[in-house]
């Protein structure tokens, strides 16, 4: 890889002298054109466009223009990019949020997310539909806390909501390659189109493509991989000059090995120093296809109110298979472990259909509202099974079906007591009802024998659920905000995705949530200074955790997934920093601390022959996947424009403390603090062309990205190694 990395820096500069004896097509520009700014970004956390400092909303939020700069492509670099998020990614197609502490690692059909993702404001409820490319978008706003009035269901902990690049009424095109370490080759193409005066169309196409980070010794094959092909497309036809319609259609497909796993136990469950080569015995895959299309009308024809309605429909095909225990039936022996293989298989179909209607004012006056509703129909269709490799001939499979029915109706307004102080306040009913089908087959995999099923029979879970929030804002100074709010969520209860007999039928009770917090957003340096700081108190009841325990009931001897309920209790600071050193240095930093802790919590700790489960009280320990601190610093130096181009650097440091990864807190279930570095170097010889040299985790750090702890064995997923790359971009 040595290699590699020298030839692309040699060519970076080669490709930077060529480019800069091409013909400048523009005038140059002065440097007062070429300015670093601390910019005003538009976001819609509260359903109507408003700007970042003046809504009462903790939000992190990236323009296009960020995060093409920060390298930012997918949800696994947007969170690392983003303190007070942490991922759980198994398997890699199915990422899941925890947004201050609150998200779900639990895959079942009947079980929904906690924080959760939205694509141009449609609903994702599975974790293999928010694995997409981030390319060709507006901005990414990234909402902490609860949303349940305005955004509806399972926005417990927070949301990601990714605002694509719409239609304009002129040509523009973008393409971009890159290449990289470990046989990386990425293209991406943007087409937009004018057809006529009412109609405008906008393509995006994207392809990822590497050799893997890692290599199966067994068959010389690739682990960690990516292969994954993107598209979306828009069109837009105004039907006046003041109501349009626009359709859109994207997919995503992957086709790719799948992970490398290391057992750490014979390693005194210590880190390995150069984790690049696995032997696993079995052939994983990832295999997913998710695609989705949506029709949207908008209207400001009421002249005192702005329209929108949309229908959607989205749908997914989602497979894996992964050797856990990553080695051979020899390796486990020579480690100790029990067990001779562990193979894990998922496969998932999934269809949603959703639409919403809302009418947001525009009243002239101190009074304005939203008010709206929402229907959802999802499908789940899901297997997941255990195989231990002498035992190839035997089947452990739980197949399901989950329909979930949700209607909501929303109204928020708010009132301007006067020209600084203003009150606000919403209030959303839900009303769900979750239909829940499985069938557990043992024995003989030709011919299995069926444990039990309730399909005929399945378990009802029927909810309606109140959320509301309430605050107040206060515009101290032109550049100084301040707010204060009372917030709500709800989500559904919970079926277990591996249940026995006598719980086949029963979800948890829901998960709700009530959060108190208070911010202020500030400018000031005349323009030069940002600090925007957030402190919130939550208080969580019947937080739904997951967690596979050994289940000595079980013929096949393996584990069970286990969901358990508990009262939590969060607190902690947001904060968000920038400062305009100069005209052309600017630096910036993010940082939460968090303190998550469960008031109230039992765990399922195993189950016995009999299936009795034996209790462990883990009340006052720290919630999983929750780091106290989390920090990202970044800075960027731009020139002026010269007759022979700019030039513009950046680095950004991403540091996460110590997390478990187990709600009881067991060391070896741990993941160390970890910093990743990554830098830039971007010439630009005209407007229309980039060429960006980049590294990723600069430094090389070996970090885990997923962990579980299985009779003994600690089995590790890393993060990606050091990669450096060159990305060519042209414009016009």
């Known amino acids: 890889m040595k290699s590699l990395t020298i030839r692309l820096a040699a060519g970076a500069g080669t490709l930077a002298l060529l480019s800069s004896l091409l013909p400048i097509a523009h005038a140059q520009e002065t440097a007062e054109e070429n300015k670093l700014v601390i910019g005003t970004v538009t976001v819609t956390a509260q359903r109507r466009e408003e700007t970042l400092q003046s809504v009462p909303v903790t ?158 010794l067994n068959d010389g094959g690739p682990l960690d991989d990516d292969e994954r092909i993107s598209g979306r497309f828009h069109a837009l036809y105004d039907l006046s000059d003041q109501s349009s319609l626009l359709f859109s259609i994207d997919g995503t497909k992957d086709e790719a090995a799948g992970p490398a796993r290391f057992n750490l136990g014979p390693n005194d469950y210590e880190d390995l120093d150069d984790p690049d080569t696995a032997t696993p015995d079995s052939p994983g895959f990832l295999s997913r296809e998710t695609w989705g299309t949506k029709l949207e009308y908008t209207s400001t024809a009421l002249n005192w109110a702005e329209v929108t309605a949309y229908v959607s429909y989205r749908s997914l095909e989602n497979s894996t298979q992964e050797d856990f225990d990553g080695t051979t039936p020899a390796g486990n022996a020579a480690a100790g472990f029990p067990l001779p293989g562990i193979n894990v298989v998922m496969v998932e179909g999934a269809e949603s259909v959703s639409a919403e209607a809302r009418l947001a004012t525009t009243f002239d006056g101190p009074f304005n509202f939203v008010v709206g509703g929402f229907a959802l129909q999802d499908t789940i269709d899901r297997e997941r099974e255990s195989i231990i490799a002498t035992q190839e001939s035997s089947t452990n499979r739980y197949i399901a079906r989950n329909v979930t029915d949700s209607i909501g109706l929303f109204v928020d ?202 209790l462990s009280d883990l009340s006052g320990n720290m919630l999983s996947r929750t780091p106290k601190n989390a920090a990202s610093l970044s800075g960027i130096y731009r020139t002026d424009v010269y007759d022979w181009g700019a030039l513009s650097m950046g680095v950004e440091v991403n540091y996460q403390s110590k997390i478990y990864d187990d709600n009881s807190n067991n060391e070896i279930e741990s993941r160390e603090p970890r910093t990743l570095l990554d830098a830039h170097i971007t010439y630009e010889p005209t407007e229309n062309v980039k060429l960006k040299l980049w590294g990723r985790n600069l430094t090389d750090e070996v970090y885990r990205a997923h962990q579980a702890e299985v009779a003994g064995g600690l089995f590790v997923q890393y993060g990606a190694p050091r990669q450096i790359g060159l990305t060519a971009t042209l414009e016009f």
Request: glycine content about 10%; cysteine-free; proline content about 4%.
């Open 59 to 216: 939000v992190t939020a990236f323009s296009g223009a960020e995060i093409e700069l920060k390298g930012i492509d997918n949800v696994q670099s947007l969170i690392a990019a983003t303190p007070g998020i942490s991922m759980d990614a198994f398997p890699k197609t199915a990422p899941r949020p925890f947004i201050r502490g609150i998200g779900s690692g639990n895959q079942s059909g009947g079980a929904d997310p906690s924080s959760v993702a939205f694509v141009d404001g449609v609903y994702l409820g599975r974790g293999p539909m928010l694995s997409v490319d981030i390319f060709d978008v507006e901005r990414v706003e990234v909402l902490k806390g609860p949303q349940g009035t305005l955004w509806g269901k399972n926005v417990v902990g927070g949301a990601v909501h990714y605002i694509t690049q719409k239609p304009v009424d002129e040509f523009q095109a973008k393409a971009q390659m890159t290449i990289a370490d470990y046989g990386q080759k990425d293209a991406r193409l943007v087409l937009n189109t004018p057809l006529s005066d009412a109609l405008s169309t906008r393509l995006s196409l994207s392809s990822i493509k590497n050799d893997g980070f890692r290599t199966n």
């Open 413 to 614: 307004g708010r009132y301007q007591v006067s020209d600084q102080w203003g009150v606000f306040g919403g209030i959303r009913l839900t009303d769900e009802q979750k239909e829940y089908s499985i069938r557990h087959q043992v024995g003989d995999r030709d011919t299995p024998t069926v444990d039990f099923t309730t399909f005929g029979d399945p378990g009802i879970a029927d909810e309606q659920q109140w959320t509301w929030r309430a605050g107040t804002d206060y515009q101290l100074t032109p550049n100084v905000f301040l707010f204060g709010t009372v917030s709500t969520g709800f989500k559904s209860g919970a079926f277990e995705e591996q249940p026995g007999e006598d719980t086949a039928r029963l979800a948890t009770d829901p998960e709700t949530v009530i959060n108190y917090e208070v911010g202020a957003k500030t400018d000031f340096w005349g323009g030069r200074g940002r600090a925007n700081v957030s402190l919130f108190h939550t208080e969580y009841s019947d937080l739904q955790t997951i967690q596979a325990v050994e289940d000595a009931s079980l013929d096949v001897g393996l584990t069970t997934i286990v969901t358990d309920t508990g009262d939590a209790t969060i607190e902690g600071i947001e904060t968000e920093f920038q400062w305009l050193a100069t005209d052309n240095l600017r630096f910036g930093l993010l940082y939460t601390y968090l303190d998550a802790t469960f008031e109230h919590f039992v765990e399922t700790d195993e189950i016995l022959a009999d299936g009795t489960r034996v």
